[in-house]
T-cell receptor, first 116, second 111 residues
Framework: GAGVSQTPSNKVTEKGKYVELRCDPISGHTALYWYRQSLGQGPEFLIY????????DSGLPNDRFFAVRPEGSVSTLKIQRTERGDSAMYLC??????????????FGPGTRLTVL | KNQVEQSPQSLIILEGKNCTLQCNYTVSPFSNLRWYKQDTGRGPVSLTIMTFSENTKSNGRYTATLDADTKQSSLHITASQLSDSASYICVVKGNAGKSTFGDGTTLTVKP
């Protein structure tokens, strides 16, 4: 596709349930980032991948959050035992390269997660 | 802790008017600073990027400035249009590659 896509666009779940959020990056982009954004705030870094490996997962809030990118393309963010505080917009971004420099991150439209 | 502070938090202007949004940061060492535009319910889109040696960068009606000595940046929007209504986010990247996002300024342009 032409841009980063995320599915689903909206996800409503009940407290305690397990959810998976999917990100399809731009073809050929080696770096993939996950962010969480609450209303009225800027995106908060969660994790980024360089290829298949998680190069930095320091932003994951606790062990209920996990992300994978098994083939270096599509990534899935997994949240176990969801809590109401997990409700937010989850954004994915990809870039050609990772690390420092002026490489542009291209964001997807996000998945709006609501935990009831 | 590296921080990025934006002001004002929100702004309402009339169509056709100019406005300036501010960003102060404490990220050090500094690599680059970007301004993003985020429409409601959408992901952010990059408007401009400036490195340490750049003082100003334009993209159409958007002009960003950077003072790396005082760690301040501004985004000036000229002749605003209704479609400029969005959140504008300042993002500072340090040399370690990590980006710090501001909370954004919500701009509303009214007819």
């Amino acid at each position: 596709g032409a841009g980063v896509s995320q599915t689903p666009s909206n996800k409503v779940t009940e407290k305690g349930k397990y959810v998976e959020l999917r990100c399809d990056p731009i073809s050929g982009h080696t770096a993939l980032y996950w962010y969480r954004q609450s209303l009225g705030q800027g995106p908060e870094f969660l994790i980024y991948f360089q290829g298949t490996g998680a190069a930095d997962d320091s932003g994951l809030p606790n062990d209920r959050f996990f992300a994978v990118r098994p083939e270096g393309s599509v990534s899935t963010l997994k949240i176990q035992r969801t809590e109401r505080g997990d409700s937010a917009m989850y954004l994915c971004a990809s870039s050609l390269l990772a690390g420092g420099g002026t490489d542009t991150q291209y964001f997807g439209p996000g998945t709006r997660l609501t935990v009831l | 802790k590296n921080q990025v502070e934006q002001s004002p938090q929100s702004l309402i202007i009339l169509e056709g008017k100019n406005c300036t949004l501010q960003c102060n940061y404490t990220v050090s060492p500094f690599s680059n600073l970007r301004w993003y535009k985020q429409d409601t319910g959408r992901g952010p889109v990059s408007l401009t990027i400036m490195t340490f040696s750049e003082n100003t960068k334009s993209n159409g009606r958007y002009t960003a400035t950077l003072d790396a000595d005082t760690k301040q940046s501004s985004l000036h929007i000229t002749a605003s249009q209704l479609s400029d209504s969005a959140s504008y986010i300042c993002v500072v990247k340090g040399n370690a590659g990590k980006s710090t996002f501001g909370d954004g300024t919500t701009l509303t342009v009214k007819p």
